[in-house]
T-cell receptor, first 108, second 115 residues
Framework: SQQGEEDPQALSIQEGENATMNCSYKTSINNLQWYRQNSGRGLVHLIL?????REKHSGRLRVTLDTSKKSSSLLITASRAADTASYFC????????FGQGTRLTINP | DSGVTQTPKHLITATGQRVTLRCSPRSGDLSVYWYQQSLDQGLQFLIH???????AKGNILERFSAQQFPDLHSELNLSSLELGDSALYFCASSVAGDRRTGELFFGEGSRLTVL
């Protein structure tokens, strides 16, 4: 079974709005990573947060991690049409295990 | 461009056949990972090699095997193919290979269609 589970499975918002995606996981982690996948393409790494960190920023991305609740969130601010993609969280211990992903659609 | 090269990009074959997918990692990366992505199963971890040695195994079927060669390229062999093996197969690489490892760099994938 998958380590990470994203929520929601699909999200559709207007351009300029903020998008929030959540990820829950089950066991210990060393770090948690978020990736983006454009349709049928390879995954691209967005941001990594270590287990001893609580929040991290990169450009329009903000990631939080709550190890007590075994959950993380990815916030994309001021969304653009080019942000339309699937977003995956991945948790690292012995392996890097991916969740099922959130399909994000930004409507112009 | 991630620097990870996968061939072939597309492959169509029949049930019962055998195929080999090839991956060249980024220059300097010692780890190679294989993932299978299908609509119903999501992105499944198959296997991880580090500097020629198997490091971790995931949901890899016995009909599948992989290896990493001295030049660090890797091959994933899929045999006795079934319709359900149709999927996107991704290779990814990283510099290190332990639990502290950061980002993986993904290739563009090999799309396998089994008819």
């Amino acid at each position: 079974s998958q380590q990470g589970e994203e929520d929601p499975q699909a999200l559709s918002i207007q351009e300029g709005e903020n998008a929030t995606m959540n990820c829950s996981y089950k066991t210990s982690i060393n770090n948690l990573q978020w990736y983006r996948q454009n349709s049928g393409r390879g995954l691209v790494h967005l941001i990594l947060i270590r287990s001893n960190e609580r929040e991290k920023h990169s450009g329009r991305l903000r990631v939080t991690l709550d190890t007590s609740k075994k959950s993380s969130s990815l916030l994309i601010t001021a969304s653009r049409a080019a942000d339309t993609a699937s977003y995956f969280c991945a948790t690292r211990w012995e392996k890097l295990v991916f969740g099922q992903g959130t399909r994000l659609t930004i409507n112009p | 461009d991630s620097g990870v090269t996968q061939t072939p990009k597309h492959l169509i074959t029949a049930t019962g056949q055998r195929v080999t997918l090839r991956c060249s990692p980024r220059s300097g990366d010692l780890s190679v990972y294989w993932y299978q992505q299908s609509l119903d199963q999501g992105l499944q971890f198959l296997i991880h090699y580090y500097n020629g040695e198997e490091r971790a195994k995931g949901n890899i079927l016995e009909r599948f095997s992989a290896q990493q060669f001295p030049d660090l390229h890797s091959e994933l062999n899929l045999s006795s193919l079934e319709l359900g093996d149709s999927a996107l197969y991704f290779c990814a690489s990283s510099v290190a290979g332990d639990r502290r490892t950061g980002e993986l760099f993904f290739g563009e994938g090999s799309r396998l269609t089994v008819l």
